[in-house]
């Protein structure tokens, strides 16, 4: 059987296997975003505290995959739950980051003249500097969302959903009839679901973000 067959005979699976996996990774990515820019509006003003954000992020991303969910298994067992804390955690990094750089990289001139037409400092930060920063949080997300894509797949050995399972089942039953297809076509499936959301958030950018600020 030819990987054609292969994924033809299976379509409704994969497909279902795709969906989730797409699921997963888009979720996890809007959670972090909502963590990571509450963090960055935290402390983007303090050098200490940012510098103290960005640390604590990067050591997350340092911890590989099946290390944190060898971690996670045990506490929150196997399955969705897990994925989930696996897949925020690894994500927060390019957003907090971004989130802080966005704000910081917002001329203190244009807040200050929304103070003085009368803006509450609540109203300075959504309104306007939010605002400015969210091409730099919108690449932050698009960053954190292609490498979810990739860890999607490793957190299929805690029971995960989406195409790791494929991957998984695939080189377990390395020599056996459709071993090489089946790792393939999940491989192959996630390059292309990446594809597909990266040029989501193209359209994204091309619609939230002004040509000006763009150009």
Not at 141 to 163: D, S
Request: glycine share 12%; charged share 10%; aromatic share 4%.
């Amino acid at each position: 059987m030819n990987i054609l067959e292969y994924v033809s005979d299976r379509w409704d699976r994969l497909s279902l296997q795709a969906l989730l996996h797409v699921s997963a990774v888009v979720q996890c990515t809007i959670l972090a975003a909502i963590i990571g820019v509450l963090i960055g509006v935290a402390v983007y003003r303090s050098p200490v505290g940012s510098a103290l954000a960005t640390a604590l992020a990067s050591t997350i991303l340092t911890v590989p995959s099946f290390a944190l969910l060898g971690l996670l298994i045990p506490v929150l067992g196997l399955g969705a739950d897990t994925t989930v804390v696996a897949l925020v955690l690894y994500a927060l990094l390019p957003i907090v980051r971004n989130t802080i750089v966005g704000l910081g990289g917002v001329d203190p001139a244009i807040s200050d003249a929304a103070k003085g037409i009368g803006m509450s400092r609540f109203g300075v930060l959504t309104r306007v500097e939010l605002r400015l920063a969210w091409p730099a949080i919108l690449a932050g997300m698009r960053v954190a969302t292609q490498m979810l894509m990739g860890i999607a797949v490793i957190a299929a050995y805690a029971k995960g959903p989406g195409l790791g399972s494929e991957v998984f089942s695939g080189l377990s039953n390395a020599g056996s009839a459709n071993s090489l297809n089946q790792a393939i076509t999940g491989t192959v499936g996630v390059v292309i679901l990446a594809l597909l959301l990266d040029g989501v958030y193209v359209l994204i950018n091309r619609l939230t973000v002004s040509r000006g600020v763009r150009g």
